[in-house]
């Protein structure tokens, strides 16, 4: 008797349930958050009204002007740029000099009076260690300027301005307003602006940001880009346009990476992207004074510093491994020479050259260390006589490195494609790594990791067929 | 000799670009073709891979007719599947053999095993219908198309386990009832618009996705169910009626796959209420809902933000380009995009410190 009570009641209800309808849910979720708000107001004590003719509100509307909004972004963009490129000079230098001439002689003398065996003492000095104070010296100053100055503009709240200006940009090629702040993050550090993509909150936009990050141009290859564009690029002009020639031509490849970010967005929505959840809110906090010493705390330790971590823990096997090729001999020759020889064919039949392609294989876990790499791999190439087989270094001037690369073999078509390849290749391990801990899924890293390459070997294959067509 | 060598030379290049380029065209035109008659290709398979899905196809397009109290025959059934008469007699051989079907008279019928059947089917394929519309981020124009692939691959227990997931829903996004595990299905209960006489106030509650191009321009009029609509004018050919404070103008051919139902006692039609991105700087108003066409991450995100039935907001700027544009509510600042204000009803008033929240 009971249970047929039961049964009733569950019929009932399973009837009742067609006849409410399919909003019943939102509706009773929407009454509960209703009547919270009813109540709070109750009790909330309001103190002035907010005045609409405040500064704050006066600086809101210039930022996000049609007439000013976009001049000011790209001028305090540049700004910021170039006091990192600019400003990481000097203590890079002074880090390379350190790391370089005072400790690595010193190094090497200890070791041959505590009479290491040669093998050892190349393996960890001419190595494990340069590769580090490579790494340390090229990246640490550019990223301990960059990033704190990026991050001051964020206290601020500058930035989800910017990202408010540029998202129906972003829109028409389906990603977040906030990626333009991943993709600017990311011309400081790629691992950094993999890590930043949190803020967007919209799972589909995330996945594009971070596997579009790899075009933002980072730190790491901004030396190597304005290093071949002054030695190919500047030197097609007399002598007086050569350096603006140059810095024009650096400034293309970061506005190409730009236009690549757009293209693989909108063919990442339209195609595999298509399925994901995409949604949208940007909340504008109200402008403050930034808080200096905690943003400098933050960006130090959050960003720089893990980072730099992460880098270093990447870099130190890349410099054994050099170090091992270079001297590791099979018949007479080399590892390296082995894998440059078998690499040659095919790298100048895209346009590059097997020194190139065994470079980024083997400097994969930093970019910094991609011209040192280079360098060293010609002077053994070439049997000249260098610093020594596996050790990385580093020209005084422009003119002996273009000499060096010019002997290599090096035409324009080289340093163009070089420049190109230097946007479009695979992510550094690092942000490889980053990539994982980020989005939890194989498939996405290896994605992530291989279509720039494939994008990048289809772009400088164009170019190299273009070469030859007009030649 | 020379010049054949210099031919040679010029033409080499030239000839290998062409090659290339020719091999990438004709590789974009096989992917375009595969894409486009993907669904239509599957007749190509075996018969045997193709056998499940042609007997539920069968049985769906069989429920349907007899729900509208027709009959029907082979040529018919074979027409509206687009699949050869051969293949069919051969599926509805089997199906007869496994009492699915009943055939008198040259008329074909369902016995009760079949509309179980049927039935189950059209469960899985509005439940994926529910789930894509909630937690994927897919076109509302693509949910048939992929819930019609979808339906022939779940299992009993894959489909109970979505139907917990999502909360256990009665209707899918299009309004039509879900039938239960047991089917269980309430029959529609809604009217064709058309034939509404003028001047009244009715809700949709369902909008037919098929046929795909009647589908896509409804939608293109951002209709959606649950909105009310005033009919302005009707005659033979079109109808003419305000939604959400546009007025709109379908054929009669469109507005008939429109269904709608009288408001209940409880529900008033706001004249005046219109979607938040008709709001123009320095205009006030009050939010009034957020239609039910925004769902799942989307609409929690809303709600999260507070566009709350009853909140106070007002249009503090808008972008170099007009979209996104900044909403201040609550004392705070919010970017929206067009596209989502227009999923947020308001009624503009004046400001007015003792009406907002």
Same mark, same amino acid.
């Given at each position: 008797?009971?249970?047929k009570?039961?049964?009733d009641?569950?019929?009932?209800a399973?009837?009742l349930?067609?006849?409410?309808?399919?909003?019943?849910h939102?509706?009773?979720?929407?009454?509960i958050?209703?009547?919270?708000?009813?109540?709070?107001?109750?009790?909330?004590i309001?103190?002035?009204?907010?005045?609409?003719?405040?500064?704050e509100?006066k600086?809101?509307?210039v930022?996000?002007?049609?007439?000013?909004?976009?001049?000011?972004?790209?001028?305090?963009?540049s700004?910021?740029?170039?006091?990192?490129?600019?400003?990481?000079?000097y203590?890079s230098?002074?880090l390379a000099?350190f790391?370089?001439?005072?400790?690595?002689?010193?190094?090497?003398?200890?070791?041959?009076?505590?009479g290491?065996?040669?093998?050892?003492d190349?393996?960890?000095?001419?190595?494990?260690y340069?590769a580090?104070?490579?790494?340390i010296s090229?990246?640490?100053p550019?990223?301990?300027?960059?990033?704190p100055?990026f991050?001051?503009?964020?206290?601020?709240?500058?930035?989800p301005?910017v990202?408010?200006?540029l998202?129906s940009?972003?829109?028409k090629?389906?990603?977040?307003?906030?990626?333009?702040?991943t993709m600017?993050?990311?011309?400081?550090?790629?691992a950094?602006?993999?890590?930043?993509?949190?803020?967007?909150?919209?799972?589909?936009?995330?996945?594009?940001?971070?596997?579009?990050?790899?075009?933002?141009?980072?730190?790491g290859?901004w030396?190597?880009?304005?290093?071949?564009?002054?030695i190919?690029?500047?030197?097609?002009?007399?002598?007086n346009?050569?350096?603006?020639?140059?810095?024009?031509?650096v400034?293309g490849?970061?506005l190409?990476?730009?236009?690549f970010?757009?293209?693989?967005?909108?063919?990442?929505?339209?195609?595999?992207l298509?399925?994901?959840?995409?949604?949208f809110?940007?909340?504008?906090?109200?402008?403050r004074?930034p808080?200096?010493?905690?943003?400098?705390?933050t960006?130090?330790?959050?960003?720089t510093?893990?980072?730099?971590w992460?880098?270093?823990?990447?870099?130190?096997?890349?410099?054994?491994?050099?170090?091992l090729?270079?001297?590791?001999y099979?018949?007479?020759?080399?590892l390296?020479?082995?894998?440059i020889?078998?690499?040659?064919?095919?790298?100048?039949?895209?346009?590059?050259n097997?020194?190139i392609?065994?470079?980024?294989?083997?400097?994969?876990?930093?970019?910094?260390?991609?011209?040192?790499t280079?360098?060293?791999?010609?002077?053994?190439?070439?049997?000249?006589?260098?610093?020594?087989?596996?050790?990385m270094?580093?020209?005084?001037?422009?003119?002996e490195?273009?000499?060096?690369?010019?002997a290599?073999?090096?035409?324009?078509?080289?340093?163009?494609?070089?420049?190109l390849?230097?946007?479009?290749?695979?992510?550094?391990?690092?942000?490889i790594?980053?990539?994982?801990?980020?989005?939890k899924?194989?498939k996405?890293?290896?994605?992530a990791s291989?279509?720039?390459?494939?994008?990048?070997?289809?772009?400088?294959?164009?170019?190299?067929?273009?070469w030859?067509?007009?030649? | 000799?020379?010049?054949?060598l210099?031919?040679?030379?010029?033409?080499t290049?030239?000839?290998?670009?062409?090659?290339?380029?020719?091999?990438?065209?004709?590789?974009?035109?096989?992917?375009f073709?595969?894409?486009?008659?993907?669904?239509?290709?599957?007749?190509?398979?075996?018969?045997?891979?193709?056998?499940?899905?042609?007997?539920?196809?069968?049985?769906?397009?069989?429920y #349907? /007719?007899?729900?509208?109290? *027709?009959?029907?025959?082979f040529?018919?059934?074979?027409?509206? !599947?687009? +699949?050869p008469?051969?293949?069919?007699l051969?599926?509805?051989?089997?199906?007869?053999q496994?009492g699915l079907?009943h055939i008198?008279?040259?008329?074909?019928?369902?016995t009760?095993t079949?509309?179980?059947?049927?039935?189950?089917?059209i469960?899985?394929?509005?439940?994926?219908?529910?789930?894509?519309?909630?937690?994927?981020?897919f076109?509302?124009?693509?949910w048939?198309?992929?819930?019609?692939?979808?339906?022939?691959?779940?299992?009993?227990e894959?489909?109970?386990?979505?139907?917990?997931?999502?909360?256990?829903p009665?209707?899918d996004?299009?309004?039509?009832?879900?039938?239960?595990?047991?089917?269980?299905m309430?029959?529609e209960?809604?009217?064709?618009?058309?034939?509404?006489?003028k001047?009244?106030?009715?809700?949709?509650? #369902? /909008?037919?996705?098929?046929? *795909?191009?009647?589908y896509?321009?409804?939608?293109?009029?951002? !209709?959606h +169910?649950?909105?009310h609509v005033?009919?302005?004018?009707?005659?033979?050919?079109h109808i003419?009626?305000?939604?959400?404070?546009?007025?709109?103008q379908?054929?009669?051919?469109?507005?008939?796959?429109?269904?709608?139902?009288?408001?209940?006692?409880?529900e008033?039609y706001?004249?005046?209420?219109?979607?938040?991105?008709?709001?123009?700087?320095?205009?006030h108003?009050?939010?009034?809902?957020?239609?039910?066409?925004?769902?799942?991450?989307?609409?929690?995100?809303?709600?999260?933000?507070?566009?709350?039935?009853?909140t106070f907001l007002?249009?503090?700027?808008?972008?170099p380009?007009?979209?996104?544009?900044?909403y201040?509510?609550?004392?705070?600042?919010?970017?929206?995009?067009n596209?989502?204000?227009?999923?947020?009803?308001?009624?503009?008033?004046q400001?007015?410190?003792?009406g907002?929240?």
């Open positions: 008797m009971k249970n009570d039961i049964q009641l569950l019929d009932l399973s009837e349930r067609w006849e409410i309808g399919e909003n019943f939102d509706t009773l979720v929407e009454g958050y209703t009547d919270a708000a009813q109540i709070a107001q109750k009790t909330e309001k103190i002035g009204e907010p005045n609409p003719y405040s500064f509100r600086l809101d509307q930022l996000t002007s049609k007439k000013y909004g976009f001049p000011v972004m790209i001028l305090i963009l700004i910021i740029l170039w006091l990192t490129i600019q400003g990481a000079n203590p230098s002074l000099s790391f370089l001439e005072f400790l690595y002689p010193m190094l090497k003398t200890g070791a041959s009076q505590i290491l065996p040669w093998w050892l190349g393996f960890l000095i001419d190595g494990v340069l580090l104070g490579w790494v090229v990246m640490l550019p990223m301990a300027i960059f990033f100055m991050t001051l503009l964020e206290d601020f709240g500058y930035l301005r990202a408010f200006n998202d940009l972003f829109k090629s389906g990603a977040h307003g906030k990626q333009a702040l600017s993050m990311g011309w400081g550090c790629n950094a602006g993999v890590v930043a993509t949190r803020i967007i909150d919209s799972p589909r936009e995330r996945l594009i940001a971070i596997i579009t990050n790899n075009f933002s141009l980072c730190n290859r030396p190597t880009q304005i290093l071949i564009a002054t190919f690029i500047g030197a097609l002009v007399p002598d346009f050569s350096s603006i020639l140059a810095s024009l031509a400034i490849i970061a190409l990476g730009i236009g970010t757009f293209l693989s967005s909108w063919m990442l929505s339209k195609t595999l298509k399925g994901e959840v995409s949604t809110a940007l909340e504008l906090p109200p402008f004074p808080n200096l010493w905690t943003t400098l705390y960006s130090l330790i959050d960003r510093l893990i980072v730099l992460r880098a270093i823990v990447f870099a130190a096997p890349a410099g054994a491994i050099i170090w090729i270079s001297n590791i099979v018949d007479d020759l080399s390296a020479n082995i894998t020889d078998w690499m040659d064919g095919f790298g100048l039949f895209f346009g590059l097997g020194v392609l065994l470079a980024y294989v083997v400097a994969i876990p930093a970019n910094e260390i991609v011209i040192p280079i360098l060293m791999l010609t002077v053994a190439h070439l049997n000249l006589m260098g610093a020594g087989n596996g050790v270094f580093e020209l005084e001037s422009t003119t490195t273009a000499a060096l690369l010019h290599g073999g090096w035409t324009l078509l080289t340093g163009i494609n070089l420049m390849f230097s946007l479009l290749h695979n992510p550094c391990s690092t942000t790594y980053t990539i994982y801990q980020e989005t899924s194989w996405w890293t290896v994605f291989i279509m720039p390459v494939i994008l990048g070997f289809l772009v400088i294959f164009l170019v190299t067929q273009m030859q067509l007009f030649q | 000799m020379i010049l054949l210099n031919l040679e030379k010029l033409f290049p030239l000839l290998n670009q062409a090659y290339i380029s020719l091999f990438f065209t004709a590789l974009l035109i096989l992917f073709i595969l894409k486009k008659y993907q669904y239509s290709l599957r007749s190509l398979l075996p018969f045997k891979y193709v056998e499940k899905s042609i007997t539920e196809d069968l049985l769906k397009q069989l #349907h /007719i007899t729900s509208s109290q *027709k009959t029907t025959d040529r018919m059934l074979s027409g509206a !599947l687009k +699949i008469e051969r293949k069919i051969k599926v509805v051989e089997s199906m007869t496994n079907i008198s008279e040259g008329h074909v019928t369902l009760k079949g509309k179980n059947y049927a039935l189950s089917i469960r899985i394929h509005r439940l994926w219908e529910k789930y894509l519309s909630e937690k994927t981020g076109d509302k124009s693509l048939h198309d992929l819930a019609e692939a979808k339906e022939h691959q779940l299992s009993k894959e489909t109970e386990a979505l139907y917990e997931e999502l909360g256990r009665r209707f996004p299009h309004g039509d009832p879900i039938p239960t595990a047991l089917g269980e309430i029959s209960t809604g009217t064709s618009i058309v034939g509404i006489p001047g009244t106030v009715t809700k949709i509650i #369902h /909008i037919e996705d098929e046929p *795909k191009s009647i896509r321009q409804i939608i293109k009029e951002k !209709l +169910i649950g909105a005033k009919i302005l004018n009707a005659d033979n050919h003419i009626f305000e939604s959400e404070g546009h007025s709109i379908l054929s009669t051919v469109v507005a008939s796959n429109i269904q709608v139902v009288l408001l209940n006692s409880q008033t706001e004249e005046g209420n219109v979607r938040l991105s008709s709001l123009i700087e320095g205009e108003a009050t939010i009034l809902g957020i239609s039910s066409e925004c769902r799942g991450a989307n609409r929690r995100r809303l709600l999260d933000l507070g566009f709350i039935k009853g007002n249009l503090e700027y808008m972008g380009n007009q979209n996104p544009r900044a201040r509510l609550r004392n705070t600042l919010i970017a929206l995009r596209d989502q204000a227009d999923f947020i009803l308001i009624k503009k008033t400001y007015d410190r003792t907002s929240l």
